[in-house]
């Protein structure tokens, strides 16, 4: 009787968990491929975002770049904490010392602007990166440049890396952003007040 009882609950809750997923597919609002595929760096956008179970409830394009702006954050922390760890372990090597150390600095200041002390990205942050990232679209920090004239090494190798998928990220945040608000040509003077940040979705007319 007690087994009897105990599958039977363990029978409504694998339906009950069914339920739940199968809900939570029906109300999964935005399509993270088909927004990806209109970032610069599409496949690396889904696989990074799709990783992040916030992005299952992400409702609309504006959330999901609130997403990237808290993931490009992460992935810069990551630059910026192995460059410093590496700095204790090469500081015999100069050059790659001044490398790592010039890297950690610039990356550390994009992150500054990313991040926010709430970890929460409400409409005044969201402004502030989008004009942060709009300002150093053309004039990126680079990590390759600074590392330039280092020897190559596998350190070397490891944070070049981990900077290239920061920017991949940055880059592709940027994207969503402007996505998401559609008024951002906009001169950056007179961006906080004039965005449109909520904009009802377009409704387009049915075809018969
Ligand atoms: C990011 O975008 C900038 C500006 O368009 C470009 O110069 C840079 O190469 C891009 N970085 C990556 C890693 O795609």
């Given at each position: 009787m007690a087994t009897h009882r105990s599958s039977m609950s363990q029978l409504a809750l694998a339906s009950s968990l069914l339920l739940l997923l199968l809900l939570q597919s029906a109300s999964?609002?935005?399509?993270?491929k088909a927004l990806c595929a209109k970032t610069p760096h599409p496949i690396f956008c889904t696989t990074t975002l799709t990783a992040d179970k916030d992005t299952l409830s992400a409702k609309d394009v504006h959330a999901l770049a609130e997403i990237a702006i808290q993931t490009a954050a992460r992935l810069g922390a990551a630059v910026g904490n192995y460059?410093?760890?590496?700095?204790?372990?090469?500081?015999?090597?100069?050059?790659?010392w001044q490398c790592l150390d010039e890297c950690a600095h610039d990356v550390e200041d994009a992150v500054s602007h990313l991040d926010d002390a709430e970890g929460e990205v409400d409409d005044k942050h969201f402004n502030e990166v989008a004009a942060y990232l709009k300002l150093s679209e053309e004039d990126t920090w680079s990590c390759d440049e600074t590392c330039r004239d280092t020897p190559p090494s596998p350190t070397k190798t490891n944070v070049l890396a981990k900077n290239n998928d920061f920017e991949k990220m940055m880059n592709v945040t940027n994207a969503l952003i402007k996505l998401s608000c559609p008024g951002f040509a906009k001169p950056v003077t007179d961006m906080p007040d004039m965005l449109p940040l909520h904009k009802p979705p377009m409704v387009l007319p049915h075809k018969p």
């Amino acid at each position: 009787m007690a087994t009897h009882r105990s599958s039977m609950s363990q029978l409504a809750l694998a339906s009950s968990l069914l339920l739940l997923l199968l809900l939570q597919s029906a109300s999964a609002g935005v399509d993270v491929k088909a927004l990806c595929a209109k970032t610069p760096h599409p496949i690396f956008c889904t696989t990074t975002l799709t990783a992040d179970k916030d992005t299952l409830s992400a409702k609309d394009v504006h959330a999901l770049a609130e997403i990237a702006i808290q993931t490009a954050a992460r992935l810069g922390a990551a630059v910026g904490n192995y460059a410093r760890r590496q700095m204790d372990l090469v500081k015999d090597d100069n050059v790659l010392w001044q490398c790592l150390d010039e890297c950690a600095h610039d990356v550390e200041d994009a992150v500054s602007h990313l991040d926010d002390a709430e970890g929460e990205v409400d409409d005044k942050h969201f402004n502030e990166v989008a004009a942060y990232l709009k300002l150093s679209e053309e004039d990126t920090w680079s990590c390759d440049e600074t590392c330039r004239d280092t020897p190559p090494s596998p350190t070397k190798t490891n944070v070049l890396a981990k900077n290239n998928d920061f920017e991949k990220m940055m880059n592709v945040t940027n994207a969503l952003i402007k996505l998401s608000c559609p008024g951002f040509a906009k001169p950056v003077t007179d961006m906080p007040d004039m965005l449109p940040l909520h904009k009802p979705p377009m409704v387009l007319p049915h075809k018969p």
